[in-house]
């Protein structure tokens, strides 16, 4: 069933990622979709190509102000995000009938953050980011399979479709080819359906400056709402 309509508030709220955030808790707790945290990124290619695909957004930062995702950093977006540090991100909730636009710089999330992120997860999905060079080519789907079963027994692990018990026994430490990357919201924009298609949509932007340390100072938020 769908929700009723609650257009963007008037005025509009000065932090737009605590809206988003708020907007994704909404969606976690109607169960319309099963993974709410989904979101389109689009990176660009040497040759100016855009590419995108769905991951998973892992965190909302509203103060200072990004989104968390982790990948490997050799994979297609990986590599494109290496050489040129930006993207675009989408959410959609369909059933909510809001969407969420983000943009700007991405930066490699500090290392202690992908470790305890990567410790976090199941111990197949950690196998397999070892035995995966994602967006590489390979054979057959049994090569595959066989490179699981081989990168599992590096690590003393059974093979991956055995149901163990013994989970916390099995050490498989983070990839350095695999961690978080940080979008940090340049621009924000938030959309609404509207009745009769009068969609309700507004901008935020903001300037962010990258520091020596890696980080970004970011200034205040401007917004306006932009016609559907
Ligand atoms: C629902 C869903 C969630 C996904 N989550 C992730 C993710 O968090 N990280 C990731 O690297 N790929 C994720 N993928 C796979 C990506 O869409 C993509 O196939 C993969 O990252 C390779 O993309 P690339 O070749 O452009 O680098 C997800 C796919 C789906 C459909």
């Not at 490699?108 to 995966?132: H, I, L, N």
């Amino acid at each position: 069933m769908s929700a009723p309509i609650e257009l963007l508030p008037d005025p509009l709220p000065a932090e737009p990622l605590v809206m988003v955030n708020r907007w994704l808790a909404d969606s976690w707790q109607r169960r319309q979709q099963p993974n709410p945290n989904a979101m389109v990124i689009a990176t660009v290619g040497p040759d100016g190509q855009p590419s995108a695909r769905v991951v998973l957004c892992k965190e909302i930062v509203p103060q200072p102000g990004y989104l968390v995702f982790y990948t490997n950093y050799l994979s297609r977006k990986g590599r494109q995000l290496t050489r040129n540090p930006r993207a675009a991100a989408v959410m959609h909730w369909d059933a909510l009938r809001r969407q969420v636009r983000v943009e700007g710089p991405v930066v490699k999330a500090p290392e202690a953050d992908s470790d305890a992120y990567f410790a976090s997860r199941p111990w197949q999905s950690r196998v397999g980011a070892w035995a995966s060079a994602q967006s590489e080519p390979i054979a057959t789907r049994r090569d595959l399979e066989e490179a699981v079963a081989k990168a599992a027994q590096r690590f003393g692990a059974p093979p991956p479709e055995a149901n163990t018990q013994a989970e916390a026994e099995i050490v498989v430490p983070r990839p350095p080819h695999w961690g978080g990357f940080h979008l940090w919201a340049e621009s924000v924009e938030l959309w609404v359906e509207g009745d009769a298609r009068i969609h309700d949509r507004a901008r935020w932007t903001r300037s962010l400056v990258a520091r020596a340390d890696g980080f970004l100072d970011a200034g205040p938020w401007t917004s306006t709402r932009l016609q559907p």
